[in-house]
T-cell receptor
Framework: ETGVTQTPRHLVMGMTNKKSLKCEQH?????MYWYKQSAKKPLELMFVYSLEERVENNSVPSRFSPECPNSSHLFLHLHTLQPEDSALYLC???????????????FGQGTRLTVV | AQTVTQSQPEMSVQEAETVTLSCTYDTSENNYYLFWYKQPPSRQMILVIR??????QNATENRFSVNFQKAAKSFSLKISDSQLGDTAMYFCAFMKPSNTGNQFYFGTGTSLTVIP
């Protein structure tokens, strides 16, 4: 247990469905991330929130919509996904400190998403 | 942009033996951190070891140690006395610290199997 909790663990959805992934961190961190993990590829950074402001969006399709209502919670809203969006979605948090200590990322267990 | 390369997609080692996983990275930054993460079948990414680029001494955590060659941009992980529980995917990661969202870059991973 790393202090980052993701729900649900597994999700199967049709291409016309709308669903949301949830991430919660209990570590007091000020930055949260969404990553997509596909087989044989590096982890793909999707979104970064620092102090609840989105600071990076790596050209992610608009069918993925993040929301960060506070520093402890992060959501990923999904709608009209494609089968190629099937992957493991990982949430992470870290403490942004401008290079000071203890800045590794802490990960949740991920949501295994299957789009049918 | 930063890139992280893990050239060994799969490796195996006999229990109690030593194995070394390779990682190289490319960056023009001078201040950065390097990490090795472990992802067992449970999918939770767990930090194994951390290295600050400004430290010349190689990091060590029990049976895990790194060989950090800054000039060569190499960061290999050595696992001594391998145990069955070490079977997992191992990801090398580069982190550029920032006050607006630490930027993490990951390799494609090495799948390690410890053979009884």
């Amino acid at each position: 247990e790393t202090g980052v909790t993701q729900t649900p663990r597994h999700l199967v959805m049709g291409m016309t469905n709308k669903k949301s992934l949830k991430c919660e961190q209990h570590l007091g961190h000020n930055a949260m991330y969404w990553y997509k993990q596909s087989a044989k590829k590096p982890l793909e950074l999707m979104f970064v929130y620092s102090l609840e402001e989105r600071v990076e969006n790596n050209s992610v399709p608009s069918r993925f919509s993040p929301e960060c209502p506070n520093s402890s919670h992060l959501f990923l809203h999904l709608h009209t996904l494609q089968p190629e969006d099937s992957a493991l979605y990982l949430c992470a948090s870290s403490q942004d400190s401008g290079g000071r200590m203890n800045t590794e990322a802490f990960f949740g267990q991920g949501t295994r998403l299957t789009v049918v | 942009a930063q890139t992280v390369t893990q050239s060994q997609p799969e490796m195996s080692v006999q229990e109690a033996e030593t194995v070394t996983l390779s990682c190289t990275y490319d960056t023009s930054e001078n201040n950065y951190y390097l990490f090795w993460y472990k992802q067992p079948p449970s999918r939770q990414m767990i930090l194994v070891i951390r290295q600050e680029a400004y430290k010349q001494q190689n990091a060590t955590e029990n049976r895990f140690s790194v060989n950090f060659q800054k000039a060569a941009k190499s960061f290999s992980l050595k696992i001594s006395d391998s145990q069955l529980g070490d079977t997992a995917m191992y990801f090398c990661a580069f982190m550029k610290p920032s006050n607006t969202g630490n930027q993490f870059y990951f390799g494609t991973g090495t799948s390690l199997t410890v053979i009884p």
